[in-house]
């Protein structure tokens, strides 16, 4: 009897587990495809900065600098700029198990980084402005300015580009 | 060795006979000693800077470098006896004999110059700097604010993959260093030849014996194609860093 009970409760208290285990796994797996998916989306969105700034930069090094590259380059960095915050959801970081350039710093000292990506888009918006000005002389001055906030963010938040 | 310019110089030991103590011998000269100094300075200034974030320096170093490398290459054209790559660069049968006479800790003849596989090592070590100045034309940094004199002409991908194998590059040059390095120490400790001090003076001090015959000795080349080579190497160089704008 014991000996039924015991073949009966076993198969069920194993699936039981198993259900819950699955459950949790399946919960751990979803938040961890969602964390890739975030990385890789902040990867996309970086890389579109990426591109719009390597545009920009061969305009500005130029003796012949094309001002309509220089100006789409800026829109999209404007443009993009001010989401930058929202790529960087919690648990997105080192921890992911995904590679990501992305130090836990983010997280833990969150009001610096925040004020460093708020200091990007102020200066990303006054690239806009000054590139739809059309001054090169004053485009190139803030085109340092404006790299300069994304040097100062990436060295504390950034792990070194391999 | 075969020499390209002048006379094959007997060595002449001042005493008429044969001298049996060792004879120093001219085996590099300035230009190669220079050359040679330049790329252990550029090399290292390079990899400091560009780990410091010091971009600006990094990229005006690697045109820096160019201008070496090209110098070095010309003078490997036309040089002297011992810089060329005609004299340096041997066959198969030559490496290998020699070789094979290294790890049998057999005698081999006195080189004046790069023996058969030091001057490989060589050909690999002014390739590897070559490509790693190439790659560096073209590359732009993952955020697109740095990028090399060259890549405006390319996409910011291929930029990026540019960047991506000059990184490899860099470490399969440091390889190429190490084992550099490894057969110095080997002449050193093995062998008891002092290959630092020769690169340092240009002279070697070399035992002349009835055993290893006459010494064909370096043979300089004539200062004004020191002046030529230095000129375009100066003038690529400068060039190099306004990205080669006509």
Known sequence: MSQRVKTFAKPASTGLCGLVLAAILGGLAAEAADMATAIKDRQAHFKEIGKATKAMVDQVKSPTPTLAVIQASAKTIDSLAPQLPSWFPAGSGPEAGVKTGAKAEIWTKADEFKKDAAAFAVEAHKFDMIAAGGDIGAIRMQAQAMGQTCKTCHQTFRQKDD | MTLNIGQTGKLDTGEGEISPAPAPVRVWDLPVRLSHGLFILLIVAAWWTESHGQMDWHIRIGC????????????????????????????PVAVVGYARKLARGEPTDPSIGHNPMGGWSVAALLGAMTGQVCLGLFSVDTDGLVSGPLADRVSFDQGRFAAHWHGVLFNILLGLIGLHLCAIAFYALIREENLISAMLTGERRILIGPVSGPINALTSAPIWRLGLAAVIGLTVSLWAGTGFKV
């Open chain 2, 64 to 91: 820096a470098l160019i201008g070496v490398l090209i110098f070095r290459l010309l003078w490997g054209l036309f040089g002297g006896s011992t810089a060329r790559f005609s004299a340096f660069l041997r066959g």
